[in-house]
């Protein structure tokens, strides 16, 4: 079993930073692909970045060119750097993780119940 678990959310003004952190525990996480997803009051959830074993990243048009996923094994932690925020950024954030036992994984994808493991939340919020 994993256990993944999301800090580093909380209140910022418009144009600011954040980075939230998802620390796992239980298993490495070296060989999974992990993703960052988040959801805003009634509306869908919706994925934010994703990265694989090999450190290849992508990320949803929205937040291209602002937010930065990246990943530290010897941490055994994710991280969603979260820079020129604006208040449609305003959300949870969960971080989740595929492939984590078993062979390597090899596909990102964007589908959210490909997952199997997910954090409890961070709530970011963004005001203007």
């Known amino acids: 079993q994993v256990h993944l678990v999301e800090s580093g959310g909380g209140s910022v003004r418009a144009g600011g930073s954040l980075r939230l952190s998802c620390t796992a525990s239980?298993?490495?996480?070296?060989?999974?692909?992990m993703a960052w997803f988040r959801q805003a009051p009634g509306k869908e959830r919706e994925g934010v970045a994703l990265?694989?074993?090999?450190?290849?990243?992508a990320y949803r048009a929205s937040v291209k060119g602002r937010f930065t996923i990246s990943q530290d094994n010897a941490k055994n932690t994710l991280y969603l750097q979260m820079d020129a925020v604006t208040p449609e950024d305003t959300a949870s954030y969960y971080c989740?993780?595929?492939?984590?036992?078993?062979?390597?994984?090899?596909?990102?994808?964007?589908?959210?119940?490909?997952?199997?493991?997910w954090g409890q939340g961070t709530h970011v919020t963004v005001s203007s």
């Open positions: 239980g298993h490495t996480i070296s060989s999974a692909c």
């Open positions: 990265i694989d074993p090999d450190g290849v990243t």
């Open positions: 989740a993780a595929r492939g984590v036992f078993g062979n390597r994984c090899i596909r990102r994808t964007w589908i959210d119940r490909e997952y199997n493991y």
